[in-house]
């Protein structure tokens, strides 16, 4: 299968650890997944509580409604889920990690004009280490994304280097701070990009995103995803019910019952936060946060 990805592309997802790839998602995708959101706006509207399906910003009322992040939109929009198996999401993927990949999750953050919510610097490693590490997430800019709207922004290189502490009071928080870390703010790189656009990064990189005080949307659809003899260490918060579901993940190629083991940096995300299981509210648990919440 021919290759989607230069070979300086590829070179420099290896060194850096992260990719903008511009115009890989077509319009009438795009139009697609927007008209999917516009429905689950409407939905968030009759809610007055976050639920599995839908996460609500912690400023939303129903007057006033405010939609935070769309759970696992693959397995409740058709759209989405055919995107995530279609060429324009795989084919960069097999470039990066190889032919036989295993999805961990999706989401879709929604990061509204004014008010969208930041998450805090972290690694998706730390959440769900693996036995070894050809883990990435790829981002579909739904909308354009520039300076003002929030962007992920990430800490190039950093994905060679160790997993950092994500707890707060020996409780896991999903969060770590930059000076604790020796990483200075003005060294992080935003992923910036016209919508269509896919951002590409490595599942050990730093990365986070701020509050989105513009007037414009920021939503990122992701998929994140690992080669399929990357196998969860015990303790991860990776939950599977068997093989048999293990193996329904597969998005390409073959499954296997062989680990491959990696000699990197591997913390355990325990003891797990007694609250509902959202990076948002967990990172709650951080006392030095790095960026600004919504106020109303």
């Keep these: 299968m021919a ?21 890989q998602i077509p319009e009438d995708w795009l139009r697609r997944i927007r008209d999917e959101i516009a429905r689950f706006e409407d939905e968030a509207a009759t809610m007055t509580a976050s639920n ?34 279609s060429d324009h999401v795989l084919a960069p993927a097999r470039d990066l990690i190889g032919p036989d990949i295993r999805l961990h999750t999706t989401k879709l953050n929604m990061k509204s004009a004014g008010y969208g919510a930041a998450v805090e610097w972290h690694q998706d490693y730390a959440f ?45 928080a999903g969060a770590m701070s930059l000076k604790a870390a020796g990483l200075n703010p003005e060294d992080a790189v935003p992923l910036t990009g016209p919508a269509g656009s ?8 730093v990365h986070g995103s701020a509050l989105n005080t513009s007037d414009r949307a920021r939503r990122l659809l ?16 990776t939950k599977w019910d068997g093989i048999a579901d293990y193996n329904a993940r597969m998005l390409c190629g073959e499954p296997t019952l062989t680990p491959r ?7 355990i995300p ?3 936060p007694d609250k509902p299981w959202s990076i948002y509210e967990i990172q709650k648990g951080l006392k030095d946060r790095a960026f ?5």
Excluded: C
């Design 261 to 267: 083991l990696k000699d990197i940096p591997i913390r």
């Design 292 to 296: 600004e919440t919504a106020k109303d």
């Design 128 to 172: 769900y280490p693996h036995t070894n590490d050809d883990i990435l997430a790829i981002g579909v800019l739904i909308d354009d994304m520039g300076l003002e709207n929030g962007p992920l922004m990430v800490f190039p290189g950093s994905h060679r280097g160790p997993v950092f502490d994500h707890h707060a009071d020996g409780v896991f």
């Design 198 to 205: 896919i951002s590409i990064h490595h599942g050990r990189i």
């Design 222 to 237: 992701f998929y994140e995803m690992m080669a399929a003899d990357a196998f969860p260490i015990m303790g991860s918060m």
């Design 52 to 85: 599995d399906r839908l996460d609500l910003e912690d400023t939303h009322t129903p007057e006033n409604p405010r939609l935070r992040r769309i759970k696992l939109p693959h397995t409740i929009s058709d759209v989405m889920r055919d995107l995530m198996f």
């Design 3 to 23: 290759e989607v990805l230069t070979p300086d592309q590829i070179a420099f997802y290896q060194e850096h650890g992260y990719l903008v790839v511009e115009n």
């Design 270 to 272: 325990q003891p797990q």
